[in-house]
């Protein structure tokens, strides 16, 4: 079917369009919620059951690493609405600075991310034949950090399909096909980044800051 | 319905193939591999999921042929082992959830509810090739040696013991999965937003209802599963062991995740088939569907309450017995808008006009079986009973009665009876007739033994078994040879159909829904003109159209009652 | 084309509690078995009202309102409200009848009666150990004592086993890293099948045997009969001094150097250090060996070292038997998941408890 500029050939009309889309991907980001919710009750369940180990492994972590995540990550945020109103202010160049900033904090968040995960295999704690951690619990401390790992490895898969998304937008952006009236893919790919930051926002306290002063 | 262009008058002479269809609008390959035409997506996943079926019906077969004899003399424990788990793997995330969704569904919706495609054309496309993909690794998983876990994948069997293939089936799933999400999501955005004018919510047929609760289930239910095989796969190759005892993983919680996703999908295999059921019924009694809107809220009310019931797989698994009860109760629950169902389809024949034609044959033998293995699932959902049946081949029974005698029936009504709009033509009507029977007998003699092999203790998953159960196993094997041929007749005739058939015409039957007001094949766009609907959905009454002649009844009720809410 | 090359043993002799002249079920050899047996028989009762319900119900009609040429066309029929309320409450009620039957059969069946004969089973790929209280191994069989109530606790050494004996009508997941239990009262003498019902790799299908139902007398001879070598307490013992275990925890009565005494430990309560008070069941007691940071007695210290990986699932089942041979509280009902029983009356020698 034909498409007459954002009007793809089998809707009515640009409304049902948008619409349409919108829904679509609110619809997807509930499945996303269920993704990573099998992930949540895994931690649930074993938070309750090793408590203190939970606790001892999260020591481990550093929180202020994690809290300049959390930080930029809603930094990232503030900078992707802004874009989104930059393009219902059909303000082109605008659209697409906030776009960049955008996926600059996100390439900080993963790099720092990434300067994080050194670490933890240089201190032993990598689940597996080298995993190493002192005290009677360290089996369960194991198992936190492969959910850790699990976790914030599945978030910042996220991130980095979300790096993607944005370039895609950034690029027909610059072409100035959100500055012409219809901006739904702007919005829609802002609400995936919202919800990106929103995992994160879940993620840092139940991983860096349970037990934090024992 | 009315649409802007009226059906032509009953035809004087033969039906014609209309010039321009779909299937001839252009030619070659890439035409179809590159399609986003909902309706040849749909032949593109008929294509597919006939493919997986042939391959995990084979692998029936050698089960069948090993339980011949109780010591097992065609293949020792190890190939066994991975037969029936591929065979499992396979019919169902290969096989039944995809096949009405992705065949039926695709092709139908929009013409149902007048649109011109699905919401999103393109993500169609691509969830046929996602498809493919993750059925790809289970196809190199199976030809590297296989898998022996059981469908289900229980750790820490399938996360550290088991020596095969896992890692590459179940990431195969895993991709797969978004396949079945992302249809899902299709269904739910397309009936929100791409409904024609007059098409309200309470004129949507029955098929489209179904489909809908079925898509928030896989959507709901998907990602679930998704992320506990991703954690199989990422505790077998990279150490990350959330299940293993040896850490302090917890069994349990492998099979929670499991079951929350594995009972929903149960309904994932059944509702469409139900959609499908309740159109033919309609049809082939030619009058409106009794308690139209108990049935769609019915299957929103099995969508529902089929999150709430997957504890019922673990009365034995070391739960509390709290938990159980709980379970149980929510299990008998959700037999009760099933239950509604069938008393709804069954009221739709009072009063009809009743004709057995194939499809009508196919929905009937839906209703059949569909109560019987309803019914057993009773014994399940009890925990006193369930203790004794649980794990023997009384469940094997139980869930085949659903799954083959309900959705493979189902599945094979639906397509005889759009046959004719997807291809433009009919199948020989005796022979297809005499292949439901064949496998409604087939089908019978191969699964009822079971329930009997069940209470007298054969476990499931058994190489070899005690020579007492030999009996049973060999009239089930039996059974499953004259299965087996009926299947086969289908695939022939309905390829000889497709060049041989008598042209069907528009609406041949005919019946009320808004794809038989196009014609049969559709042309790409599906209606010339937007339509616009005023009907009620199965009102064969008010449909001088159809050009079926008035009863010759001397007496008639009065026909509105007026404040009828469910009942209508 | 691989066949078995042996066919095992149990798989060559036919359970003769199959063959009558009606084999819809198996022999009822237990206490529950009549009762599963009759509820059972009430849904198939209900399975076969309803199917045989709706089947004449779709042939009479169709037969009825037939097409033909007077009848090309149905009636448009209005629904009923009342009808469907009723045709949902009525299944909805015996539903609610089935779902409590069953409950109370199953909660009986969950719920080990207190004083009965404690076997310890341990499941390995693709094997039964069973350890009789005072002594006795056996493997792939179980021996028990007519009309006496016994209770299994099993555990498995590696993936997730089941534990079937259908003439029973009893079942029990057996788990890696945690204690369930089975109970059940032979009523028949006889060899029963055992079979595992949970899919546990290559030779699951091979992993089973008997349950063989003797009289009492019998069971007290066929128990003095073998001997295989040490008792499981002697067993414990031995492992007790080869692991150090008196370095802290002592052995006599009162408290160890630096850990508490286990005389009197098994079945008392005991409160932690986190304020909570546990039972010392088997669970308990296989926590604070393998595990035993989880749970610190009050006043002690975390100091104990784990000894998973040292020891295997049968010595912690010896040690048990040692340590209960330092004096236990009285049964409390079954330990596990089971609720709560009166205490059986039992003379003891009252026992230091912490």
Redesign the interface.
Do not use: C, S
């Given at each position: 079917?034909e498409r007459s500029g954002a009007l793809f050939?089998?809707f009515?009309d640009l409304d049902?369009q948008k619409?349409?889309a919108s829904?679509?991907m609110w619809?997807?980001l509930?499945?996303?919620v269920?993704?990573?919710?099998?992930?949540f009750?895994?931690y649930t369940?074993?938070r309750w059951?090793?408590h203190?180990?939970f606790g001892a492994a999260s020591r481990e972590l550093d929180v202020s690493l994690g809290a300049i995540n959390t930080g930029v990550l809603i930094l990232s945020s503030f900078t992707m609405a802004l874009g989104v109103w930059a393009s219902e202010m059909r303000k082109r160049k605008l659209l697409c600075i906030f776009l960049i900033a955008t996926m600059v904090l996100g390439g900080v968040f993963l790099t720092v991310k990434g300067f994080e995960y050194a670490q933890k295999f240089e201190h032993h704690l990598v689940?597996?034949?080298n995993f190493v951690f002192p005290?009677?619990?360290s089996?369960?401390a194991?198992?936190f950090f492969?959910?850790y790992?699990?976790m914030t490895g599945?978030h910042a898969v996220h991130m980095i399909i979300g790096e993607g998304l944005l370039l895609v937008l950034l690029i027909y952006a610059w072409k100035g096909s959100f500055t012409g009236g219809y901006n739904a893919p702007i919005e829609n790919g802002g609400l995936y980044w919202h919800f990106v930051d929103i995992v994160w926002i879940f993620l840092f306290p139940l991983l860096y800051l349970i037990d934090l002063h024992h | 319905m009315s649409t802007t262009n009226a059906n032509p008058p009953p035809a004087t002479s033969p039906p014609q193939m209309p010039r321009e269809n779909y299937l001839n609008a252009n030619y070659g390959i890439r035409s179809w591999l590159f399609t986003?035409d909902h309706k040849r997506i749909g032949l593109l996943y008929l294509f597919s999921v006939t493919f997986y079926f042939a391959l995990g019906g084979f692998f029936a077969l050698l089960i069948r042929l090993q339980l011949l004899t109780p010591q097992g003399w065609l293949v020792g424990p190890d190939t066994y082992n991975r037969l029936f788990t591929m065979h499992g793997v396979i019919m169902i995330f290969f096989f039944l959830i995809p096949s009405i969704p992705s065949v039926l569904g695709n092709f139908l919706i929009p013409l149902m509810i007048g649109?011109?495609?699905?919401?999103?054309?393109k993500l169609n496309l691509l969830s046929w090739y996602i498809f493919n993909i993750g059925a790809a690794f289970a196809l190199y998983s199976i030809v590297t040696g296989g898998i022996d876990t059981g469908w289900t994948f229980y750790t820490p069997y399938s996360s550290i013991y088991s020596n095969s293939q896992v890692s590459a089936a179940v990431i195969g799933i895993f991709i797969t999965g978004f396949s079945s999400?992302l249809t899902g999501?299709n269904f739910?955005?397309t009936v929100?937003?791409?409904r024609a004018p007059g098409m309200t919510w309470w004129r949507l047929p029955i098929f489209v209802w179904s489909h809908y609760a079925t898509s928030i289930i896989m959507?709901?239910?998907?990602?679930?599963l998704?992320?506990?095989l991703?954690?199989v796969a990422?505790?077998r190759l990279?150490?990350?062991?959330?299940f293993d005892p040896?850490?302090?993983?917890?069994p349990l919680?492998f099979q929670?995740?499991f079951w929350f996703y594995s009972h929903p999908a149960v309904y994932i295999m059944i509702l469409p088939a139900m959609g499908v059921t309740t159109e033919i019924v309609a049809t082939f009694a030619r009058k409106n569907l009794y308690g139209y809107k108990a049935v769609a809220i019915a299957s929103l009310g099995i969508a529902v309450i089929g999150f709430l019931v997957w504890g019922h797989h673990m009365f034995v698994a070391g739960t509390s017995i709290y938990a159980a009860m709980i379970f149980s109760l929510l299990s008998y629950l959700v037999a009760i808008p099933s239950a509604v169902k069938v008393f709804n389809w069954t009221a739709t024949l009072y009063r009809g006009s009743v004709s057995w034609q194939t499809p009508m044959l196919y929905a009937l033998g839906f209703i059949g079986l569909f109560v019987i293995g309803g019914m057993t699932g009773l014994f399940l959902a009890s925990m006193g009973a369930d203790v004794h049946v649980h794990d023997t081949y009384f469940v094997i029974a139980h869930f085949h009665y659903i799954m083959v005698g309900g959705a493979v029936m189902g599945y094979l009504g639906g397509l005889h009876y759009w046959w004719p709009k997807i291809t433009g033509r009919m199948y020989p009507e005796m022979l297809s007739r005499a292949a439901a029977i064949i496998l409604f007998v087939g089908f019978n003699l191969t699964f009822f033994p079971q329930f009997v092999l069940g209470y007298l203790g054969m476990p499931r998953r058994y190489a070899t078994y005690p020579p007492e159960f030999q009996v049973l196993n060999v009239f089930s094997t039996a059974g499953a040879s004259i299965l087996g041929l009926g299947y086969l007749l289908p695939i022939i005739y309905f390829i000889w159909s497709m060049r041989y058939g008598p042209v069907a015409g528009p609406n041949p039957w005919p019946a009320t829904g808004l794809e038989w007001q196009t014609s049969s094949p559709p042309p790409?766009?599906n209606f010339e003109t937007?339509p616009i609907v005023t009907w009620e959905p199965y009102d064969f009454e008010h449909r001088p159209d159809l050009g079926l002649p008035k009863p010759e009844r001397a007496k008639r009720k009065p026909l509105e009652a007026p404040g009828l809410e469910l009942g209508e | 084309m691989r066949t078995l090359t042996r066919t095992p043993e149990f798989r060559q002799e036919p359970d003769k509690a199959v063959e009558q002249t009606l084999p819809l079920f198996p022999e009822r050899a237990s206490s529950v078995a009549g009762g599963v047996d009759a509820f059972f028989l009430m849904l198939v009762i209900v399975a076969v009202f309803f199917s045989v319900l709706i089947g004449v119900a779709i042939f009479y009609l169709s037969f009825k309102y037939r097409r033909r040429p007077g009848n090309q066309l149905g009636d448009l029929v209005p629904g009923s409200q009342v009808l469907e309320i009723t045709w949902m409450v009525i299944p909805f009620m015996i539903a609610m009848v089935l779902f409590a039957w069953g409950a109370k059969l199953y909660v009986t069946m969950r719920q080990s009666p207190s004083d009965a004969l404690e076997i310890y089973v341990v499941g390995k790929q693709w094997m039964w150990k069973i350890q009789h209280a005072d002594g006795r191994r056996e493997f792939n069989e179980l021996h028990v004592p007519v009309n006496r109530d016994v209770q299994l606790t099993m555990i498995s050494e590696d993936v997730i086993h089941d534990f079937f004996v259908p003439a029973f009508r009893v079942k029990m997941d057996v788990l890696p890293g945690r204690y369930t239990t089975l109970w059940f009262r032979a009523t028949k003498t006889g060899r029963y099948h055992l079979f595992c019902s949970q899919y546990c790799g290559t030779n699951h299908s091979l992993m089973g045997g008997w349950v063989i139902v003797m009289e009492p007398s019998e069971y007290q001879a066929w128990l003095a009969g073998g001997s295989n070598g040490e008792s499981p307490e002697a067993a414990g013992q031995r492992l007790f001094t080869q692991l150090a275990c008196a370095a802290c925890h002592g052995e006599g009565p009162g408290p160890g150097p630096r850990a508490p005494s286990l005389a009197g430990l098994y079945r008392s309560t005991v409160k932690l250090s986190d304020g909570r008070t546990v039972a010392a069941d088997d669970a308990y007691l296989r926590e604070s060996i393998l595990?035993?940071?989880?749970k610190i007695v009050a006043g002690y210290d975390?100091i104990?070292?784990?000894f998973?990986g040292t020891v295997s699932e049968d010595q912690l089942v010896q040690l048990f038997a040692y340590i209960k041979s330092m004096g236990s509280q009285p049964a409390q009902g079954g330990s596990g998941e089971t609720g709560r029983t009166a205490p059986a009356a039992r003379a003891e020698p009252a026992a230091p408890v912490q």
């Open positions: 079917m050939g089998h009515r049902q619409q349409t829904l679509g619809v997807f509930m499945t996303e269920m993704f990573f919710g099998g992930l009750l895994a369940i074993y059951k090793y203190d180990a689940p597996g034949p005290g009677p619990e089996q369960h194991e198992i492969a959910l790992f699990l599945m | 986003t649109a011109k495609d699905l919401a999103f054309p999400i999501l739910i955005v929100h937003t791409m959507i709901l239910g998907t990602p679930v998704a992320i506990t991703l954690m990422a505790e990279l150490h990350l062991g959330v040896r850490l302090g993983g917890d919680l929670h995740l790409t766009e937007t | 595990d035993p940071g989880a975390n104990m070292p784990t998973q």
